[in-house]
């Protein structure tokens, strides 16, 4: 099992920028999808996730500026994020839990496959 995660790079307060994350070796699509992130010196802190049914909860840091969106046939969750702000940067990781269900699963030790995170800086 595979989660690779991509998209990021270096925009200006402000920008947009969309992540995705594809997963391989077997389907997630009655997973709940997860995105965390984490900035140097500081813990993985929980974004978002979706839930099989496409109802998504965020953290508050980033409700109203970010969105998840999955994409089951092609196995792939997305995090839109839009009016980034320098306090966004930090890498970014999709992850899946160990069970599928219908929780949204807002706490990291609940995720067991991990993408290798993707570098967002937000600065001008």
């Known amino acids: 099992v595979q989660l690779q995660a991509s998209g990021g790079g270096l925009v200006q307060p402000g920008d947009s920028l969309r992540l995705s994350c594809a997963a391989s070796?077997?389907?997630?699509?009655?997973?709940?999808m997860g995105w965390f992130r984490q900035a140097p010196g500081k813990d993985r802190e929980f974004v978002g996730s979706?839930?099989?049914?496409?109802?998504?909860y965020y953290a508050d840091s980033v409700k109203g500026r970010f969105t998840i969106s999955r994409d089951k046939t092609k196995n792939t969750v997305y995090l839109q994020m839009n009016g980034l702000k320098p306090e966004d940067t930090a890498v970014y990781y999709c992850a899946a839990p160990y069970y599928s269900g219908s929780h949204y699963y807002t706490d990291k030790i609940n995720y067991r496959y991990w993408g290798q995170g993707t570098q967002v800086t937000v600065s001008s």
């Open positions: 979706i839930r099989s049914v496409g109802s998504a």
């Open positions: 070796g077997r389907t997630f699509s009655t997973y709940t």
